[in-house]
Nanobody, 126 residues
């Protein structure tokens, strides 16, 4: 069982930056593939970024590639999402998720993930 707690959300102006954190409980964090998803009001949850167990491989949605960066610190049981050049359309609740399996190229598939955090709100003002 893994518990995930996101933090770092807030209100930011367009063009600004935020860094989200997701702290995981348990002693086997390094065995989990991690992902970030987001859900805007009235829209389906969408994939944002994913990272392999070691952190050596990352994958991004086209909408955020070049602006967002996912990273992890396995010693701290934490995954991060550095968001830069934020746009109004980035406004959403952001969720981190953990998968206890190899990604197999399925980073964007929410069905691959076993555990989810409660989410943190990111609001970008235009």
């Amino acid at each position: 069982q893994v518990q995930l707690v996101e933090s770092g959300g807030g209100l930011v102006q367009a063009g600004g930056s935020l860094r989200l954190s997701c702290a995981a409980s348990g002693r086997t964090f390094s065995s989990y593939v991690m992902g970030w998803f987001r859900q805007a009001p009235g829209k389906e949850r969408e994939f944002v970024a994913g990272i392999s167990r070691s952190g050596g491989y990352t994958y991004y949605a086209d909408s955020v590639r070049g602006r967002f960066a996912i990273s992890r610190d396995n010693a701290k049981n934490t995954v991060y999402l550095q968001m830069s050049s934020l746009k109004f359309e980035d406004t959403a609740v952001y969720y981190c998720a953990a998968a206890n399996r190899e990604s197999g190229g399925r980073f964007p598939d929410p069905g691959m993930y076993d555990y989810w955090g409660q989410g943190t709100q990111v609001t970008v003002s235009s």
